[in-house]
Nanobody, 119 residues
Framework: QVQLVESGGGLVQPGGSLRLSCAASENITSMVVMGWYREAPGKARELVARITGGTSTYYRTSLKGRFTITRDNAKNTLYLQMNSLTPEDTAVYYC?????????????WGQGTRVTVSA
Protein backbone atom coordinates (compact mmCIF):
# COMPACT_ATOMS: atom_id res chain seq x y z
CA GLN A 1 0.00 0.00 0.00
CA VAL A 2 1.37 3.39 -1.04
CA GLN A 3 1.31 5.97 1.75
CA LEU A 4 0.86 9.67 1.02
CA VAL A 5 1.41 12.26 3.75
CA GLU A 6 0.52 15.92 3.24
CA SER A 7 2.07 18.78 5.17
CA GLY A 8 2.46 22.55 4.97
CA GLY A 9 -1.06 23.65 5.77
CA GLY A 10 -1.90 26.23 8.36
CA LEU A 11 -3.32 29.68 8.96
CA VAL A 12 -2.41 32.40 6.48
CA GLN A 13 -3.68 35.92 5.87
CA PRO A 14 -5.44 36.86 2.63
CA GLY A 15 -2.88 37.59 -0.05
CA GLY A 16 -0.36 35.28 1.56
CA SER A 17 1.29 32.13 0.26
CA LEU A 18 1.76 28.52 1.32
CA ARG A 19 3.56 25.55 -0.15
CA LEU A 20 1.98 22.17 0.47
CA SER A 21 4.01 18.98 0.31
CA CYS A 22 2.98 15.38 -0.27
CA ALA A 23 5.57 12.78 0.71
CA ALA A 24 5.15 9.34 -0.85
CA SER A 25 6.35 6.03 0.58
CA GLU A 26 7.83 4.93 -2.74
CA ASN A 27 9.47 6.41 -5.82
CA ILE A 28 6.88 8.68 -7.39
CA THR A 29 8.21 7.94 -10.87
CA SER A 30 5.88 4.93 -10.66
CA MET A 31 2.89 7.25 -10.36
CA VAL A 32 1.20 7.85 -13.69
CA VAL A 33 -0.67 10.87 -12.35
CA MET A 34 -0.53 12.87 -9.13
CA GLY A 35 -2.78 15.67 -8.06
CA TRP A 36 -4.16 17.93 -5.39
CA TYR A 37 -7.81 18.08 -4.42
CA ARG A 38 -9.52 20.22 -1.83
CA GLU A 39 -12.66 20.06 0.23
CA ALA A 40 -13.96 23.42 1.44
CA PRO A 41 -16.49 23.72 4.27
CA GLY A 42 -19.93 22.86 2.93
CA LYS A 43 -18.62 22.01 -0.53
CA ALA A 44 -17.76 18.85 -2.44
CA ARG A 45 -14.18 17.75 -2.97
CA GLU A 46 -12.79 19.28 -6.15
CA LEU A 47 -9.70 18.88 -8.29
CA VAL A 48 -7.19 21.69 -7.81
CA ALA A 49 -4.37 20.56 -10.08
CA ARG A 50 -2.75 17.43 -11.47
CA ILE A 51 0.51 16.47 -13.12
CA THR A 52 0.80 13.63 -15.62
CA GLY A 53 3.82 12.12 -17.32
CA GLY A 54 6.14 14.13 -15.11
CA THR A 55 5.58 17.50 -16.77
CA SER A 56 2.06 17.81 -18.19
CA THR A 57 -0.10 19.86 -15.83
CA TYR A 58 -3.73 20.79 -15.46
CA TYR A 59 -5.21 23.48 -13.23
CA ARG A 60 -8.71 24.33 -12.24
CA THR A 61 -9.47 27.31 -14.45
CA SER A 62 -10.21 29.66 -11.58
CA LEU A 63 -6.84 28.89 -9.98
CA LYS A 64 -4.57 29.37 -12.98
CA GLY A 65 -1.86 31.91 -12.28
CA ARG A 66 -2.06 31.48 -8.50
CA PHE A 67 -1.34 27.78 -7.93
CA THR A 68 1.58 25.74 -9.26
CA ILE A 69 1.94 21.96 -9.04
CA THR A 70 5.39 20.36 -9.23
CA ARG A 71 6.99 17.04 -8.38
CA ASP A 72 10.49 16.14 -7.19
CA ASN A 73 11.16 12.50 -8.00
CA ALA A 74 14.45 12.48 -6.07
CA LYS A 75 12.57 13.47 -2.90
CA ASN A 76 9.46 11.39 -3.64
CA THR A 77 7.45 14.53 -3.06
CA LEU A 78 4.63 16.40 -4.78
CA TYR A 79 4.21 20.13 -4.13
CA LEU A 80 1.50 22.73 -4.49
CA GLN A 81 2.61 26.36 -4.36
CA MET A 82 -0.33 28.59 -3.50
CA ASN A 83 -0.09 32.36 -3.92
CA SER A 84 -2.47 35.28 -3.47
CA LEU A 85 -4.65 33.21 -1.19
CA THR A 86 -8.22 34.24 -0.46
CA PRO A 87 -10.74 33.07 2.14
CA GLU A 88 -12.35 31.00 -0.63
CA ASP A 89 -9.19 28.87 -0.69
CA THR A 90 -9.89 27.68 2.84
CA ALA A 91 -10.19 23.89 2.70
CA VAL A 92 -8.61 20.59 3.54
CA TYR A 93 -6.17 19.79 0.75
CA TYR A 94 -5.62 16.17 -0.25
CA CYS A 95 -2.83 14.52 -2.21
CA UNK A 96 -3.80 11.90 -4.78
CA UNK A 97 -1.77 9.46 -6.84
CA UNK A 98 -2.63 6.86 -9.45
CA UNK A 99 -0.53 3.97 -10.67
CA UNK A 100 -0.67 0.49 -12.13
CA UNK A 101 -0.20 -2.32 -9.62
CA UNK A 102 -0.28 -5.94 -10.71
CA UNK A 103 -1.78 -4.94 -14.03
CA UNK A 104 -4.63 -2.99 -12.44
CA UNK A 105 -5.12 0.72 -11.71
CA UNK A 106 -4.75 1.80 -8.10
CA UNK A 107 -5.73 5.15 -6.57
CA UNK A 108 -4.18 6.49 -3.37
CA TRP A 109 -5.07 9.36 -1.04
CA GLY A 110 -3.34 11.18 1.78
CA GLN A 111 -4.97 12.20 5.05
CA GLY A 112 -5.21 15.86 4.09
CA THR A 113 -3.73 19.10 5.39
CA ARG A 114 -5.89 22.01 6.46
CA VAL A 115 -5.48 25.47 4.98
CA THR A 116 -7.25 28.41 6.60
CA VAL A 117 -7.13 31.83 4.95
CA SER A 118 -8.34 34.51 7.33
CA ALA A 119 -7.39 37.95 8.54
Amino acid sequence: QVQLVESGGGLVQPGGSLRLSCAASENITSMVVMGWYREAPGKARELVARITGGTSTYYRTSLKGRFTITRDNAKNTLYLQMNSLTPEDTAVYYCNAGAFRGGSWSDYWGQGTRVTVSA
